[in-house]
């Protein structure tokens, strides 16, 4: 599966956003635990949610929690992250990546979108 995230932009504190990672190739998303990550300048990359393969199990850091929202759209083929109450923290290149079991671990995770920019100013 291809992964392409995108709906990264510029905004400020105390915005909102919403991320798209739309999915191609002979499989769809539905046969994948989803799930998004964010690496910021001179950090590794880290956990920010994860959905399962229905939608109805979701999970999030800590950092994000109560802020954002993962969804999924099957029929679609597309995963969402809608990011409220922006904070400048919050900057990073977001991914979205598929896997085959739950897991909060990069290393669990199979195939990576190419990341798309979050920045939010004070």
């Known amino acids: 599966v291809q992964l392409q995230a995108s709906g990264g932009g510029l905004v400020q504190a105390g915005g909102s956003l919403r991320l798209s990672c739309a999915a191609s190739?002979?499989?769809?998303?539905?046969?994948?635990?989803m799930g998004w990550f964010r690496q910021a300048p001179g950090k590794e990359r880290e956990f920010v949610a994860a959905?399962?393969?229905?939608?109805?199990?979701?999970y999030y850091a800590d950092s994000v929690k109560g802020r954002f929202t993962i969804s999924r759209d099957n029929a679609k083929n597309t995963m969402y992250l809608q990011m409220n109450s922006l904070k400048p923290e919050d900057t990073a290149v977001y991914f979205c990546?598929?896997?085959?079991?739950?897991?909060?671990?990069?290393?669990?995770?199979?195939?990576w979108g190419q990341g798309t920019q979050v920045t939010v100013s004070s």
């Open positions: 990546a598929a896997g085959n079991s739950w897991s909060f671990a990069r290393s669990e995770y199979n195939y």
């Open positions: 190739g002979r499989r769809t998303i539905s046969s994948y635990f």
């Open positions: 959905i399962n393969l229905s939608g109805g199990r979701s």
